[in-house]
């Protein structure tokens, strides 16, 4: 097998892939975000039905306003990744084969072996390299030819990688 992508200077390319990196990375503010915040609310609803509301009040809106804003910080993070990526673009592109992954960007080239990936998740434009626990680099799925993203799927299905997310 042997893949090959090349990826044009496009300036919304890596902001999509910051995007894509930082969802994977920031999926766990959210979901203490709405602990948080559910957990404040309940409490304020508590204390205005008990009539207590004076003693506890502030403790629980803090817990609904930081919960608030912590399911708030991975929207935010997204944005500014995508407002700051613009000025990043550079013609680009993968090389894939059954041994790894080449990536190469303006004149930095780097590599990741399949042996050291831990996992691969799908997302609606790419598959997310997982090295360890973190993403390491997507793949991009759109620029890929169907007969070549099918292989790769084949590939990395076979290899136990490929998960749906």
Do not use: C, Q
């Not at 003693?55 to 399911?71: D, E, K, N, Q």
């Not at 930095?108 to 997302?123: L, Q, R």
């Not at 090295?131 to 991009?140: E, F, K, L």
């Amino acid at each position: 097998m042997h893949i090959r992508v090349d990826v044009p200077a496009d300036p919304t390319y890596p902001g999509r892939v910051a995007a894509a990196l930082s969802r994977v990375r920031l999926r766990r503010f959210g979901y203490v975000g709405a602990a948080l915040a559910g957990v404040g609310a309940l409490g304020l609803a508590v204390s205005w039905a008990r009539a207590s509301g004076d003693r506890f009040s502030a403790l629980w809106t803090a817990l609904l306003v930081g919960g608030l804003l912590s399911m708030l910080y991975a929207p935010w993070v997204r944005w500014r990744a995508r407002r700051r990526s613009g000025g990043y673009a550079v013609e680009g592109g993968y090389d894939i084969t059954e041994d790894n992954i080449m990536m190469r960007s303006g004149s930095e080239s780097g590599g990741i072996a399949w042996d050291g990936v831990a996992k691969v998740t799908d997302d609606p434009e790419f598959w997310i390299v997982h090295v360890g626990r973190m993403p390491a680099t997507v793949i991009p799925r759109r620029m890929l030819s169907d007969a070549d993203a099918e292989t790769l799927r084949a590939f990395m299905t076979e290899r136990g990688l490929l998960r749906r997310r």
